[in-house]
């Protein structure tokens, strides 16, 4: 059979979707991803769960295909923000030039796709993530760590835009509430780590869901009450549309296939309080229509108390991993916000002993309060053992840090880009001696930094002035809230590092 992998190019017929492999179901899971950590999504995907990924042409993006009882570990993944369902995928769709046939194409696509296996996948992931919701409500947050402060920043670019592309974003709104099915919305499944024995227990509720859907003569997506009567499910389309050769809008992309996917399934549209997400992505010729298995993004599973520049976990994760922490490291954030890089290094690398500080005291604040939202997570966990976690805050000045020198093994950090927080012109004197002290409490010949800024001339001016203690290794470009940012792996050389300097 064709692999939906693999995908054909320059046929827009329908093509497998998940399809059985023996008598199990296997799904192509999509996920979208910071931009410029593909790569790093990949290694991750192959490590966790032993399946090779293709990177997206359109960037951002990865596909693999898991047997569906891995659905659990799926949404454990540290690298990824939201996760699809691919039902059908075309490398090569050929639009056509007159908007009223393009759009007719697409209407008429809808009932040429293989819905049944990917509903069934998105009704599996349903059942674990209402499970997953029960366990919780026996372990109730207390009310400080359900405090939200302004998620502006960083955290307020969820859909990352390559402004290079012409790309819009819509969905569809056409259609009314139906009555009667006011449904509580469902929490994220495994937006937080997890221990192994629930690991374990939801690779059984997934083993025992997709045999017993697939003994079910009932039609999937239907939904049952708990009368027993069908319920009619919600949805909404949502269209993400790039590239300048289409003639029409994402909106009018997601009205028109979203008026054949209510056509076709008899489902009632809903923006807002909506059962089924369909995803339309069209990048270029590329077309992946897709069923949405998260509700909110996995990259807030850390934060709880969000700063100004909170940075997004799984781009945490992604600057943690290109520095290959080994156990019994000692990783420093020396300016660490409100500690999304020190968190998902404790969470992710308790072998490591973390440090973060900076010379805010409410960033100093809202990173305790985070760290102590984790360690109420642990404790929830578990309760015959209060866990710790390998982390210590502190408030300090950048340029002056208490530690010793050349005691520190990994040096991570966002850098502050000038724009919301300090300025341009600060950063010419920051960036020099904020280098120049990395260097100091970095051991020679092993030490490495991955920095993270948006301000990338003055980094590379102050890079050659510490040019002595700093060689650069490797360099990934990222889009951060919308901005092209950078994030360098710098390695420390063995010179001895001076204590102060002079620099321009």
């Known amino acids: 059979r064709r692999s939906a992998m693999a995908g054909a190019a320059g046929d827009a017929g329908p093509g497998p979707g998940p399809a059985q492999e023996g008598a199990e179901l296997a799904a192509v899971i999509g996920a979208t991803v910071p931009t410029g950590f593909e790569q790093t999504?990949?290694?991750?995907?192959?490590?966790?769960l032993g399946s090779a990924s293709r990177i997206s042409r359109d960037r951002g993006k990865i596909y693999f295909a898991v047997p569906v009882r891995s659905l659990p570990q799926v949404h454990r993944l540290r690298s990824v923000d939201n996760l699809f369902v691919v039902v059908e995928e075309f490398k090569d769709y050929q639009f056509k030039e007159n908007k009223e046939d393009a759009l007719k194409d697409l209407e008429d696509l809808v009932k040429k796709l293989p819905w049944t296996d990917p509903l069934k996948v998105?009704?599996?992931?349903?059942s674990l993530k209402k499970k997953k919701t029960k366990r919780k409500k026996h372990n109730?947050?207390?009310?400080?760590?359900?405090?939200?402060l302004n998620n502006g920043g960083e955290d307020g670019g969820a859909d990352q835009k390559d402004t290079n592309d012409q790309e819009d974003c819509a969905q569809n709104i056409a259609g009314v509430q139906s009555a009667g099915s006011q449904d509580e919305p469902q929490g994220?499944?495994?937006q937080n780590g997890g221990e192994e024995e629930e690991e374990d227990n939801e690779q059984l509720d997934a083993r025992d869901e997709v045999q017993a859907s697939s003994r079910s003569g009932s039609k999937v997506g239907d939904g049952q009450t708990a009368e027993g009567e069908a319920k009619v499910l919600k949805f909404r389309v949502t269209c993400n549309r790039a590239g300048d050769k289409h003639s029409f809008t994402s909106n009018e992309a997601a009205r028109d296939f979203g008026g054949a996917v209510q056509e076709h399934f008899q489902w009632k549209a809903d923006m807002t309080n909506f059962d089924v997400e369909v995803l339309l992505n069209i990048h270029n010729n590329e077309v992946v229509v897709g069923i949405a298995l998260t509700e909110e993004s996995l990259h807030r599973r850390n934060i709880t108390h969000f700063g100004p520049t909170t940075l997004r976990s799984t781009l945490a994760y992604g600057m943690l991993r290109l520095c290959d922490p080994q156990p019994t490291d000692i990783i420093v954030d020396p300016m660490c916000g409100t500690g999304a890089i020190p968190i998902e290094g404790a969470a992710e690398w308790p072998g490591c002993y973390h440090i973060a500080g900076d010379n805010n005291p409410q960033a100093v604040k809202r990173a305790a309060n985070n760290i102590c939202s984790l360690l109420r997570k642990n404790e929830s966990k578990d309760s015959s053992t209060a866990l710790g976690v390998p982390l210590d805050i502190i408030q300090w000045d950048i340029c002056n840090l208490p530690l010793r020198t050349?005691?520190?093994?990994i040096v991570v950090t966002d850098m502050p880009f000038g724009k919301r927080i300090g300025s341009k012109k600060k950063n010419w004197d920051l960036y020099p001696a904020c280098l120049m002290e990395m260097g100091r409490i970095c051991t020679p010949g092993t030490g490495r930094a991955v920095l993270l800024t948006q301000d990338k001339k003055c980094f590379a001016k102050a890079l050659s002035r510490v040019g002595h203690i700093w060689r650069r290794a490797q360099t990934v470009w990222?889009?951060?809230g919308g901005l092209h940012a950078a994030v360098y792996l710098l390695r420390r050389t063995w010179e001895r590092a001076e204590e102060r300097r002079s620099f321009w």
């Open 188 to 190: 994220v499944a495994s």
């Open 406 to 409: 050349g005691s520190v093994d």
């Open 140 to 148: 109730l947050q207390s009310p400080e760590s359900k405090e939200k």
């Open 122 to 126: 998105w009704e599996l992931n349903n």
């Open 478 to 480: 990222v889009n951060v």
């Open 41 to 48: 999504a990949a290694e991750e995907v192959q490590e966790k």
